[in-house]
C-alpha cells in the first residue's frame, strides 16, 4: 500500500485513489467491483485499486452485496 512520504507523492497515493473512488460512488451509489475499475482503471493501476478497495471496506465507506455481486458506498456510520 501507498502512503504519502518521500517517495510517493500524494497524488501517488491510496488516500488520493480512494478520495477519487468515493467521488466516484457518491454519483452512483451502487457499482460492480468491474463497473468500477472500468471507471478507473486509466488513473488507478490494479494492485492499488485493489488496495483502496480493502481500505475503504476497513473503514466502512463502502459495503459489499454478496447477492447483487455489488460494492455499496456507505454515507454514514450506523452504530
Known amino acids: 500500500m501507498k ?22 460512488m457518491s454519483k452512483k451509489p ?18 492499488d485499486f485493489l488496495d483502496t478497495v480493502c481500505c475503504l471496506y476497513a473503514i466502512d465507506k463502502i459495503e459489499y452485496n454478496n447477492e447483487t455481486k455489488s460494492i455499496c458506498y456507505v454515507e454514514t456510520n450506523q452504530m
Open 30 to 47: 451502487t457499482l460492480s467491483i468491474y463497473e468500477l475499475y472500468q471507471q478507473v482503471k486509466d488513473k488507478i493501476l490494479m494492485p
Open 3 to 24: 502512503l504519502p512520504n518521500k517517495i510517493y507523492t500524494y497524488k501517488q497515493s491510496v488516500i488520493y485513489d480512494m478520495v477519487l473512488i468515493l467521488k466516484l
